[in-house]
């Protein structure tokens, strides 16, 4: 029989599972536990929708078997079994189910997170065992097969005599090695916690024979061993038990034990409801965006539970797009176990389930930004653009929903803050919500458009997201107060600055004139600037797009391309001006030349590309020669 080498992806993270640190190397029996549970929803499903099937609830159980003489530990259970395909593809392969799979080397840090990152289910247990031996049967098939492998050289499947369904997984144990002992994991009571701790909750029995001292019958002082059948585990799924007897540590484990991150919940919900609609659900906000968040390949969804079993992987029509990276699971006695994708959109339980749901999570997100505010840097940090999303999308019917759990960075705080918090700090003569947009914190900060709200010590809503100023845009306004770019037209700021403005360009509308003459149709106006202090130019913009926005939509590939009516706007008290002055009817090239000049630098300044870079350099050298 040809030993078949594992698929390559899997050969490396074999190896790595291997030789990694044994910190965490009891999880190879949560791994084992719940595949053989997972085995026995599958016949149990199977059951259900199946009339020739019938389950009955006392033939299913797993069980394990230590064998101190053996050194072998066995987990024995009556699932569905594999055929020889399944076995082949099933565990040949490690972590087929996509997200699991991972990209490069590089992401795979020290070795006991491998578990935790990767999932790597099945092959946990060559952490424990040099040989690991699987004999099963299908519940599809006549033959049984076995399969054996001693870790990353490969494996081999034979046929064998096999009568019950089911799967048997044979662990030969590691020898033990000054640091690392094996052997606990032969010893009943070690077994026993390690399951405690993460199955309880399994909902079908756990077996192991356990041994007792007992009083010996008919005796006052003699003890003997008598050996009895335990079940170890609890059954009663962590979603139905009572939140006081859960403690922190129970939740993330159950977060890894579902695989719902490689990552740690950044926060926990549980939600118990015994009104119209019955359901119980954990959920959970993770701590990091998985690596496919904001592309088309991640799917949301909870997973869908109807009375402990589970009918659906992910239920997107529990979630809305912006809660889209919740995770968790909805388990409900309402709902018909036969229910289609397409009955369940329909499902009126479902949506009041949904309803709450949704409210429960921006409750819950909202505690965090009271209770613990950098814990909730970290999730918006992750997770705030899809938020902005929510507030843009849909024609901004949940703005009102979500305005609250938005954060942008602010000048004078130098942190994030919400809206809330920068309204309170409103001075009394300040009209707007002043914004500037730029692709860096740093980069907004040197804007010369900021100086004058900057000035009059007004604080300024950093934008860095190419999505902020469309979700504001859809905003409009929060507590009733307008949001205003501080390269907008109309600062209200001051009504005399304004004039003062007006009056300069009306001034010197001559020279203003000549300027948009030589700038043509790249601008709709050439101005005397009232936001510029040191700066000798800006651009701004007049009219609903802004220059960012411009940036960004011609940024996006197939689009129209959109062009923000654009200003340039000239301090008339720098030095610079007077330069343009004295060209003025004197020396119409070089007014041309000063013109074009500062409209490039304005260009720059603003992040837009230069037009025409040659002609750029070409008039810079024309200036030092
Ligand atoms: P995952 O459970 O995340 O799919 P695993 O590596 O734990 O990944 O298991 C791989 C696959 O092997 C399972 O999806 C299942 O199809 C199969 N498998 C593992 N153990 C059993 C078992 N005891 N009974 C039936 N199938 C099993
Ligand atoms: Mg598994």
Not at 165 to 180: A, F, Q, R, S
Not at 245 to 266: A, M, S, V
Not at 592 to 605: E, P, V
Request: charged share 35%; net charge negative.
């Amino acid at each position: 029989m040809a030993k078949r080498k594992f698929k390559a992806e899997s050969q490396k993270l074999l190896d790595m599972v291997i030789n990694s640190i044994y910190s965490q190397r009891e999880v190879f029996l949560r791994e084992l536990i719940s595949n053989a549970s997972d085995a026995i929803d599958k016949i149990y499903y199977k059951a259900l929708t199946d009339d020739s099937l019938t389950f009955d609830q006392s033939n299913y159980y797993i069980k394990l078997i230590p064998n101190k003489e053996k050194r072998t530990l066995t987990v024995i259970d009556t699932g569905i079994g594999m055929t020889k395909e399944e076995l082949e593809n099933n565990l040949g392969v490690i972590a087929k189910s996509g997200s699991h799979t991972f990209k490069s080397e590089n992401e795979i840090k020290d070795g006991h997170d491998i578990i935790g990152q990767f999932g790597v289910g099945f092959y946990a247990a060559f952490m424990v065992a040099d040989k690991v031996t699987v004999l099963t049967k299908s519940i599809d098939s006549e033959e049984g097969y076995k399969w054996v492998s001693q870790g990353s050289d490969g494996y081999t499947i034979t046929p064998i005599e096999r009568k019950e369904v089911g799967t048997e997984i044979i662990l030969e144990l590691k020898e033990n090695e000054e640091e690392d002992n094996y052997d606990e994991f032969l010893e009943e009571y070690t077994l026993k916690r390690i399951v405690k701790k993460y199955s309880d909750f399994i909902r079908y029995p756990i077996k192991m024979d356990v041994t007792e001292r007992k009083l010996k019958e008919g005796t006052e002082d003699e003890y003997e061993d008598v050996i009895e059948e335990q079940t170890l585990n609890t059954m009663v799924p962590i979603w139905k038990k009572n939140k006081n007897e859960l403690t922190d540590e129970d939740y993330k484990n159950f977060y890894q034990e579902k695989r719902y991150g490689f990552d740690q919940p950044l926060r926990h919900i549980h939600i118990n409801v015994d009104g119209t609609v019955r359901y119980n659900a954990i959920l959970f906000i993770p701590e990091q965006a998985p690596f496919n968040y904001y592309s088309r390949e991640y799917e949301k969804g909870l997973e869908l539970y109807s009375n402990g079993v589970l009918i659906m992987e992910k239920c997107a029509d529990l979630l809305p797009d912006y809660f889209s990276f919740v995770k968790g699971m909805v388990d409900s006695e309402d709902l018909s176990l036969n229910i289609s994708r397409e009955m369940l959109q329909h499902d009126r339980q479902l949506k009041i389930i949904a309803k709450n749901i949704h409210k429960k999570i921006k409750q819950q997100l909202l505690a965090l930004l009271r209770d613990d505010r950098e814990k909730y840097e970290t999730f918006f940090k992750a997770f705030g653009q899809q938020i902005k999303y929510g507030v843009y999308s849909d024609f901004g019917q949940h703005k009102e929903d979500l305005q609250d759990l938005l954060l942008f960075y602010s000048s004078t705080e130098k942190k994030l803050v919400t809206l809330e918090e920068y309204v309170s700090r409103m001075p009394e003569d300040q009209k707007y919500i002043y914004y500037a947009s730029g692709d860096s914190n740093e980069r907004i900060e040197k804007l010369p458009q900021t100086e004058i709200v900057a000035d009059k010590g007004y604080e300024i809503l950093y934008f860095t997201d190419e999505i902020d100023e469309f979700a504001i845009k859809m905003l409009m306004q929060y507590k009733d107060k307008e949001f205003r770019s501080v390269s907008s037209g109309d600062l209200g700021i001051e009504a005399d600055e304004k004039e003062e403005a007006k009056e300069e360009t009306e001034n010197h509308n001559e020279l203003f004139k000549a300027m948009k003459e030589i700038l043509g149709d790249k601008v709709k106006d050439v101005r005397a600037s009232k936001r510029l202090k040191s700066h000798p130019v800006v651009l701004s913009a007049d009219g609903e797009i802004s220059l960012e926005m411009e940036k960004i939509i011609n940024a996006m590939p197939d689009d129209q391309q959109i062009k923000a009516d654009k200003v340039l706007e000239i301090n008339v008290n720098h030095s610079i001006f007077k330069a343009l002055e004295a060209a003025q009817g004197n020396d119409e090239d070089k007014l041309a030349l000063y013109t074009n000049l500062l409209y490039n630098q304005a260009l720059l300044i603003e992040g837009l590309p230069i037009e025409d870079p040659v002609a750029f350099t070409n008039d810079m050298c024309k200036v030092m020669v």
